[in-house]
């Protein structure tokens, strides 16, 4: 059977690595070394000339090892599965999710440039695009999901930003609301954007859904990034990220995180390989625990709304018909709307027993957070009410425990936050 037509979850096994490069090892080892020795100087100059982008390789000839802060052996294969999930060009690994963020956006943005971007966000993106990024005279505008791409176009046109995109951001689904941004809408509108001297890029941050349940590639995004710290991690023991695309803008992207240092270690590329192998077993399970809880919270008397992708109907419009062209599966993330406000939440948080009170996601123990508190304390309480984060949401992060077992817990802790609603209302 050709080695190309295996599934990806068959191939996380063992592409990009060959047991005779580590005397026979069947697994990798760690490459925990900073520099790499030539075995002459003739072949230190061919390395550089190609790092260096000084030549375009020959036939059959690849970058050689230098310089860890540039390649790694444990990168490299990491670098080769992820591409497998997106059928990715290329990818570049990074030493965490803001660090890809911040990276791909530095290198594709310049002073006087527009970034266009979907909201929310992740708290830390959004401050990243709205504290950081103007003081390098960016200017970050924000639209939202139920903006059709031609009133999007014709706010741009009216405020004279449009001929100064260059970059479209989308994270879908958002965080922590769930709600859906058409990855195809948005990739035409960056085309309507762009001139012959200026491609706008449509770039997606794809954590919320895998790599598995979505694929913005193919779907016309021009860069997909991931918190590989997530669901690719999914243990809560590493942290890192990744960006994916074409190779010729992975290789921009890849040059400029040489200069910031900002690849991810050996050790930890080494990690991320580990959890690949069971990332498909593990997603499939969180998704399956998500779909029968969220199904508990919304039948259970505390909860006023659920944010699920799971529960779209026809009678959701636009969502759904999104979500049933865009998402192969709902996904282990949700939030819910909690009766009450930040007291009821609080207590519903301080009683969970096996659900830890953390944030993060994706990882295979099941996590709960208040977004406005915690992930997106440092929004603005306006742009927070726009965003649809109100003090009465609460977000989950299902992982692998016993499906009952968790419901029992959440169950609990609502009956807590009942207890102390009732007594609210009482006084």
Known sequence: MPYHKFQPESLMMSHGHKSGMARGAVKAPIYQTSTFAFETAE???????????????????????????????NLEILE????????????AA???????????????LKPGDVLLYSSP???GTVHFITEV?????????????????????????????ASRVAMIYIETPANPTNTLIDIEAMSRLAKTLSSEKRQVLTVVDNTYMGPLWQHPLQLGADLVLYSATKYIGGHSDVIAGAALGS???????KAMRTFFGSMASPYDAWLLTRSLETLKLRMEKQTRNAQRIARFLQNHPMVERVHYLGLLTEADGEQYRIYERQCSAPGAMLAFDIRGGEKEAFAFLNHLKLVKLAVSLGSTESLAEHPATMTHAGIPEDVMAEMGISEKLVRLSIGVENV???????EFALEQAAEVREAEMVA
């Not at 390395?47 to 310089?67: S, V």
Request: net charge negative; glycine share 8%; with cysteine.
């Open 43 to 73: 072949q230190g100059k061919d390395f550089f000339e190609l790092a260096y982008g000084l030549r375009e390789p020959a036939d059959g000839e690849a970058p050689g090892m230098i310089y860890s802060r540039l390649d790694n052996p």
């Open 80 to 91: 080769k599965r992820l591409c497998l999930w997106d059928e990715a060009g290329a990818c």
């Open 94 to 108: 990074f030493a965490s999710g803001m660090a890809a963020i911040s990276t791909t956006i530095f290198e594709f």
């Open 121 to 123: 966000l992740y708290g």
């Open 133 to 161: 990024l103007t003081r390098f005279g960016i200017q970050a505008v924000p639209f939202y999901y139920d903006q059709r791409p031609e009133d999007i176009l014709r706010q741009l046109k009216a405020n004279h930003q």
């Open 247 to 253: 190779r010729e803008l992975i290789s921009r992207i």
């Open 404 to 410: 009952r077992d968790l419901i029992a817990d959440i």
